[in-house]
């Protein structure tokens, strides 16, 4: 029988089985670890083969993972933890004020996003709440973000525009769902689908106030099609996996320019003849997109002193 792994508790795996039913699993003896230096073996979202024996179900096999995000593991600091598996898309829900939102969290996310090869769609919530300063801000940022290549929508949740739109992304796919805490994530969710709402608050809330902050992602399955995968304390997940000459290429609008530097390892922070540089000083890249990179490449140096 197979089914998906919609959430880990430890040695239990809840998974919704083919037939729709949800049940509870155990690891089947030593399972083929995949190559990988990982503390779970199963994550969220992984396709799985279980059997049954006397009344326990067993997970015998994990189908091969079409992706998955990892972050280092909060208790093992040279092992990963895989969060979630088996991606579609992100959803990233932001607002401008209540909370802010800063394009240093967007870019980052959009990069650890593109470094898995998952597609960001950016959401503007709380579109009813919007002073005239946000309202400008706000359409300097869909620009920005819209004129490098990125799905962006406008909603509340609360007036229940722009919901019918983002449902129809959402549909038969399964979503990871991010964005800061007190965006309007739940109430986004609840707008789409009436059943998940509670879910999603319920374990946003228990793990929140827990001594580990541990990251616990939970999939849940959409009436109408798909799944979302809601990953409380997202900003934890990370970019450790990443070579600071790879982030420029997860960079969007950097890779034609990038292609065209003087040095094929350039990493378009002072060298000679850097096309990216050039872009940004002639307007075609954002200032605030290329100060973030640099940001982004600092973290990482200060990530390999430990
Ligand atoms: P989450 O932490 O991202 O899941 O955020 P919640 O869904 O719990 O929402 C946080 C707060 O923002 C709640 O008080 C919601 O009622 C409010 N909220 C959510 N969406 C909207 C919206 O579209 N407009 C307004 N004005 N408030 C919203
Ligand atoms: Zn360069």
């Not at 880990?8 to 030593?30: P, R, W």
């Not at 091969?64 to 088996?86: C, E, G, V």
């Not at 620009?143 to 949740?157: K, M, N, P, R």
């Not at 990953?231 to 034609?256: C, M, N, R, S, T």
Request: net charge neutral; hydrophobic share 35%.
């Amino acid at each position: 029988m197979k089914g998906i792994v919609l959430k880990s508790t430890g040695k239990f795996y809840k998974v919704k089985l083919e037939n729709e039913s949800v049940i509870e699993a155990q690891l089947k003896g030593k399972i083929r670890l995949l190559d990988l230096d990982v503390t779970n073996p199963v994550a969220v979202g992984d396709v799985v083969l279980l059997e049954k024996s006397d009344k326990t179900w067993m997970i015998s096999k994990i189908e091969d993972r079409k992706n998955y995000i990892i972050r280092i593991s909060p208790k093992k600091k040279f092992l990963n933890q895989i969060i979630a598996s088996n991606i579609d898309q992100a959803v990233l829900v932001i607002t401008l004020s209540k909370p802010r939102t800063s394009t240093g969290f967007i870019d980052r996310f959009l990069l650890t996003a593109e470094s898995y090869h998952i597609n960001t769609i950016i959401v503007f919530n709380k579109q009813d709440d919007l002073s005239n300063k946000d309202q400008t801000k706000q359409n300097e940022l869909a620009d920005l973000y819209q004129g490098i290549g990125y799905e962006v929508l406008f909603t509340s949740a609360i007036k229940k525009q722009g919901v019918e739109e983002l449902k129809q992304k959402m549909k038969e796919k399964t979503t990871l769902l991010s964005g800061h805490s007190g965006v309007g994530k739940s109430t986004l969710t609840n707008a789409v689908d009436s059943t998940l709402n509670l879910k999603t608050k319920e374990v946003s809330k228990k793990f929140s106030k827990g001594v580990h902050t541990t990251t616990h992602a939970e999939m849940f399955s959409l009436p109408f099609g798909g799944n979302v995968i809601d990953v409380p304390g997202i900003k934890e997940f990370g970019i450790a996996h990443l070579d600071k000459y790879e982030v420029a290429d997860y960079f969007i609008e950097f890779q034609a320019k990038a292609a065209n530097c003087k040095f094929s390892d350039c990493l378009h922070i002072n060298e000679p003849k850097c096309k990216v540089k050039e872009a940004v000083d002639e307007g075609e890249i954002h200032v605030e997109r290329y100060l973030n990179y640099l940001n982004i490449l600092d973290s990482l140096e200060e990530q390999k002193e430990y």
